[in-house]
């Protein structure tokens, strides 16, 4: 029997496979290259090796960003309409479900397309839970094969900009209590211990941490119920919709949004400049510690 697809979150591989042939479906390669990577094209090297059949792949830099304009950080958000015009270009219409997955658990570029899907107001996306590990580990087929690009539609609509926060909406909450504030790098970038990519360590004072990782438990999010208690301690006082999640680029920012989504805790927005836009500005204060 065939599996009608209507994911907004998450997907788990076998589910996946189960509906791999249906006709609305669309996949998405967002495997990326840590900023320090020595070699800055592996993860579309990676892609030609194998992939799940039929899945383009969506390039962090040259598709789910626009590097020409640094001022705004080190991945702005690409004009709308560039974005929508690759959408149609890989066959994907409001009417399609699309699963976007990277090499990791989402936290590398998968949940940034999927942030991104939605800003558009397309809800049927969602992200491969244990990214392209679990989708081996459970046996499944690959392809070396890359689907051809389409001379299709732009995809309708443009970015909710509603839901994007920009520095000086961050400026003009500093004085509020934590809680609001969600950063999703890792412990020690965020005390300011060490700072492998951008110039200066620290964090927007008042954010409070939560890594990525703290949302997984062996490489897939953990219940919603559990996430739920987590993410609800942490936002304290603050409603969802109240709340912003950062990191350093606007990159694993989105999967802390997707594991507020996955909790049932929706209506939190993105600071799409996090902390490399925030350094833009010397004046801006920064935080050390914890």
């Not at 998450?10 to 479906?25: E, F, G, N, R, S």
């Not at 290259?33 to 990676?46: F, M, Q, V, W, Y």
């Not at 990525?212 to 919603?224: E, H, M, Q, T, Y």
Request: hydrophobic share 45%; charged share 20%; net charge negative.
């Amino acid at each position: 029997m065939s599996v009608d697809p209507n994911w907004t979150t998450l997907v788990d591989a076998a589910t996946l496979a189960a509906a791999l042939q249906h006709p609305q479906l669309r996949l998405l390669d967002a495997r990326a290259a840590p900023p320090t990577a020595p070699d800055p094209h592996a993860a579309r090297k990676a892609y030609a090796q194998g992939h799940l059949p039929g899945a383009h792949y969506a390039d962090l830099d040259q598709d789910l960003a626009e590097l020409s304009r640094p001022a705004q950080g080190r991945h702005p958000l690409p004009h709308s309409a560039a974005f929508a015009k690759r959408l149609g270009e890989w066959g994907i219409d409001p009417h399609t479900q699309v699963v976007i997955y990277d090499a990791a658990d989402g936290s590398m570029a998968a949940a940034r397309a999927w942030w991104m899907l939605r800003l558009l107001g397309h809800r049927r996306v969602a992200v491969l839970d244990g990214g392209l590990a679990a989708w081996r580990a459970a046996g499944f087929a690959e392809s070396t094969e890359s689907p051809a690009v389409r001379d299709g539609a732009a995809y309708p609509g443009s970015f909710d900009t509603a839901a994007v926060v920009d520095a000086e909406q961050i400026v003009q909450r500093l004085q509020q209590a934590p809680g609001w504030l969600l950063d999703a790098r890792a412990g020690e970038r965020f005390r300011g211990e060490v700072e492998p990519i951008d110039p200066v360590a620290g964090h927007v004072p008042g954010a409070v941490n939560r890594p990525s990782g703290l949302s997984l438990r062996d490489g897939r999010f953990k219940p919603a119920a559990e996430l739920r208690a987590e993410l609800s301690a942490l936002l304290g006082a603050y409603r969802p919709e109240q709340a912003v999640v950062m990191c350093g680029s606007g990159v694993t920012a989105c999967h802390l949004l997707l594991a507020l989504e996955v909790a049932g805790l929706s209506g939190a927005r993105v600071y799409a400049g996090s902390w490399s836009g925030w350094l833009q500005d010397a004046s801006r204060p920064v935080a050390t510690g914890a």
